[in-house]
């Protein structure tokens, strides 16, 4: 029997999104919905041959990987999931292959990610949450709305989904002004942005949208002294992964007035701890990481995941990482 462990299914949905049953009866999946404490994770999927990953919502230390003595094969949902220890899973001889987050010749994570990006940005605009709030409690307009049209979308990051938010942008009648490392002004100029510098995108946006690949290089990104730099009007929209900005600054942000408001999908720690600073900030607007999370998508890639898994048992593995 081959035992697979379906972590993170946190709409209770893998279940029905894919067709395990074609994997034969000598395999069983078993869908974890909740979380699994980091201290627990090892002793939990021990006896688990297969182990199937939600992008970055659990993480594989090399620790927890050194224990998973029955671990044959890891998929993870996209082909990059920078919580897992890669190195470490070489060396255990542990296949690692993924989704490749396309489908009849679309990706059903763009279209999702960049409307949350923009349901974000409209409810920071337009205080949807904080006049929704003020409304049920008997008041009535307690602020002033902001108008899209005249303002800046700056977009830390110009690649499909960057690219994806200028349209809209346009539409609304905003400047658009776009940043990544290796930008050039005309890869800019193509898709309807002007490229500037880094701090130029900090101070010129009235609304900063991030769509970077977290690595290295990213993580930490924005801090303090990048906060400090922005309108103390503007709004930070984080639909790609938290650790770019540095959590406990933007928290400062937030509640010293640096800058006005954050949309946030993601975060340092998934899902966020109850009773987390953010979730004190009426200026913040936040999300539980829906960017990529649709039903044609999810289909999508549980589909792939089960395609993978067949062609491993096969013994020809398909879409590999490592």
Known sequence: MIRVAVLDDYQ????????????????????????????????????FQVIVAMRERTRFTRAVIERLEALQLLVTTGMRNAALDLDALRERGVTVCGTDG????????????????WALILAVAKRVTVEDRELRAGRWQSGLPVNLAGA????????????????????????????????????AAAVGARRVSFDELLAGSDFLSIHLVLSDRTRGLIGARELAIMKRTAALINTSRGPIVDEAALVDAL?????????????????????????????????PHLGYVSEPGMRHMYGQVVEDIAAHLAGAPIRVIA
């Not at 049953?21 to 999946?29: A, K, W």
């Not at 979308?153 to 349209?167: E, K, P, T, W, Y």
């Not at 946030?264 to 200026?283: C, F, I, N, R, W």
């Open 255 to 287: 509640r010293d007035g640096t800058i006005a408001a954050a949309g946030l999908d993601v975060y340092d720690q998934e899902p966020l701890a109850p009773g987390h600073e953010l979730t004190k900030l009426a200026s913040a607007v936040l999300l």
């Open 102 to 117: 396309t489908g009849g010749g679309s990706a059903p994570g763009l279209p999702s990610t960049v409307e949350v990006a």
């Open 12 to 47: 209770g949905g893998a279940a029905g999104w894919a067709d395990w049953g074609s994997l034969g009866p000598g395999v069983r999946p078993s869908f974890f919905r909740d979380p699994i404490a980091p201290d627990r994770l090892a002793a939990t999927l021990a006896p």
């Open 152 to 187: 800046t979308l700056g977009l830390a990051g110009l690649g499909r989904l960057g690219s994806a938010m200028v349209a809209p942008a346009r539409a609304f009648g905003m400047e658009v002004i776009a940043w990544s490392a290796n930008l050039t002004a005309e890869r």
